[in-house]
């Protein structure tokens, strides 16, 4: 999402498609095969400086995975913020999806956001339209719960093979909803409870945006008292693994059972490369690592 300038305005420049191949040979180099896109991010020039570095590089596109995302449409002259899984939506913008990321095909499309006016049966035949046409080879979601998943499981021909959500140690409603079941507290929590049961049940990878939490524990400045401890004990287990701040943040997220994916928002070539270790810290983080990281972050016992 970060890259392509700015989000208004539809030009980029040489820096821009720099910026953009500097991240990718840096994930790449960090073991990162699946690389995120949405048709909206910074208004599609994202896509369109990725797809400038695949047309650049010979024989990239067959080395990685590509995943885009639509349904969101922006507001702006007088129309209001919506979202849109109609047929026509959906085939234009994967059409031009694919003609800014210079490909045929996209691995995996998720429908962004659910939309309360989704006609399921139209829905299901435009994803089998894209997948005969072979522009679409498997379908994912974000932001959707578990009954949203079997709602349209039911009904498509393909399975739902993702679901991107907010996930991570600076985010963490998604792991309290776990244990404040029965709570009153629970009902705060803001996350469909049963989601991650469903994932494991039917092979739904997880995965997380925010997972980095925008560098609330590796190095920018602290929000708050709980935010303080808890940068104290990341650095204190980066140097007791021989790791970075942010190996140890992440490995907290893939610790979890539940197999979460990271999904790396920075497009900083030195923060990317800090990631790479992190599979290698959630494999060796100990529970009381692990517990004692989340009691931090949230700031309190738990119950």
């Known amino acids: 999402m970060g890259l392509g300038g700015e989000w208004s305005g539809s030009d980029y420049g040489t820096a821009q498609v720099d910026q953009a191949a500097a991240a990718i040979e840096a994930a790449r180099q960090a073991g990162v095969a699946l690389f995120d896109h949405a048709d909206i991010y910074r208004s599609g020039k994202s896509e369109a400086v990725f797809g400038e570095v695949l047309a650049a590089t010979p024989g990239l596109r067959e080395k990685i995975l590509l995943q885009t995302k639509c349904g969101i449409r ?3 002259n007088g129309l209001p913020g919506r979202y849109d899984f109609s047929a026509e939506n959906i085939l234009a913008r994967v059409g031009e999806s694919l003609q800014r990321l210079r490909t045929d095909h996209v691995d995996i499309l998720l429908l962004h956001r659910p939309d309360p006016l989704m006609d399921v049966r139209e829905l299901a035949t435009t994803v089998a339209q894209l997948m005969a046409e072979g522009k679409v080879l498997a379908l994912g979601v974000s932001n959707m719960s578990a009954a949203q ?8 021909e393909t399975p739902v093979v993702a ?6 140690l600076g985010n963490r409603a998604w792991v309290e ?3 404040l079941v029965n709570r009153g507290e629970g009902l705060d929590a803001g996350f469909p409870h049963g989601t991650l049961e469903y994932a494991a049940t ?3 990878e997880l995965q997380a945006y925010g997972s980095l939490a ?3 524990y590796t190095g920018c400045p ?3 008292p709980d935010d303080a401890a808890t940068s104290a004990l990341v650095e204190s287990l980066a140097a007791e693994h021989k790791t970075t701040r942010e190996a140890v943040v992440l490995g907290w997220l893939m610790k979890h059972p539940a197999r979460i994916s990271p999904v790396i928002g920075t497009t900083d070539p030195v923060r990317i490369a800090a990631c790479a270790d992190a599979a290698r810290v959630a494999a060796a983080m100990t529970r009381t690592e692990w517990y004692g ?4 972050a949230r700031g309190a016992e738990l119950p």
Not at 149 to 156: G, K, M, N, Q, V
Not at 293 to 296: F, K, S
């Open 74 to 76: 922006h507001g702006g």
């Open 149 to 156: 998943i079997a709602f349209l499981e039911d009904r498509l």
């Open 163 to 168: 679901n991107q959500l907010e996930m991570g």
């Open 177 to 179: 909803s776990s244990v």
């Open 202 to 204: 039917h092979g739904v």
């Open 214 to 216: 925008q560098g609330r």
């Open 222 to 224: 602290p929000g708050g």
């Open 293 to 296: 990281l989340w009691v931090a």
